[in-house]
């Protein structure tokens, strides 16, 4: 059965404190790993899909990068705005289903 | 303009009642699906349609029936609601199979 595992559940950082956000999968065969933002009372924002281990992508302070059995989430310099919870979800070959993961909640204190 | 948007967004009623929730996305897009999130924000799908047709259906009561009119809408209907229903349920849209985008969600409590 398809497992996507994140780590660690909440994260506090300081204001310009840089951390990551790890995602573990186990899919059979990976057809994409997305990333998401949700912020409380609200539906998931779409981040990123990564493809293929190597891959990596970004945006404003947000580098998603991808192995062949994890995903990682960096936060470079984060500001109190992106606290929210992030979500990490992997799509199989055989299918169009996202399996999500738990989330991290990330809390940035000024 | 809202891309994928749910009606209502708080929905409060007795166990046993009949409801159903609305769900229109406006980005074109061929698949829709319902999703369910419970208390530890954990996102399980339900349900997914590409072009009216049921592709994903899980395990789920049967309580719960999806009815898409046209590519555009996915309504969810929940029969004999019961206190474990109780959740925020997200419907999504994508085009194919990659993104998929998220309403606002609607947040049910069954009293």
């Known amino acids: 059965e398809d497992q996507v595992t994140q780590s660690p559940e909440a994260l506090r950082l300081q204001e310009g404190e840089s951390s990551s956000l790890n995602c573990s999968y186990t899919?059979?065969?990976?057809?994409?790993l997305f990333w998401y933002r949700q912020d409380p009372g609200k539906g998931p924002e779409f981040l990123f899909t990564?493809?293929?281990a190597g891959e990596e992508k970004e945006k404003e302070r947000l580098k998603a990068t991808l192995t062949k059995k994890e995903s990682f989430l960096h936060i470079t310099a984060p500001k109190p705005e992106d606290s929210a919870t992030y979500l990490c979800a992997a799509r199989e070959t055989s299918g169009s289903r996202l399996t999500f993961g738990e989330g991290t909640q990330l809390t940035v204190n000024p | 303009d809202t891309a994928v948007s749910q009606t209502p967004k708080y929905l409060v009623t007795q166990m046993g009642n009949d409801k159903s929730i609305k769900c229109e996305q406006n980005?074109?897009?061929?698949?829709m699906y319902w999703y369910k999130q419970d208390s530890k924000k954990f996102l399980k799908i339900m349900f997914s349609y590409n072009n009216k047709e049921l592709i994903i259906n899980e395990t789920v009561p049967n309580r719960f029936s999806p009815k898409s009119p046209d590519k555009a809408h996915l309504n969810l209907h929940i029969n004999s609601l019961e206190l474990g229903d109780s959740a925020v349920y997200f419907c999504?849209?994508?085009?194919?199979?990659?993104?998929?985008?998220f309403g606002p969600g609607t947040r049910l409590t069954v009293l």
């Open positions: 980005l074109g897009h061929d698949t």
């Open positions: 999504a849209s994508s085009q194919g199979t990659v993104e998929q985008f």
């Open positions: 899919v059979s065969g990976l057809r994409g």
């Open positions: 990564l493809y293929s």
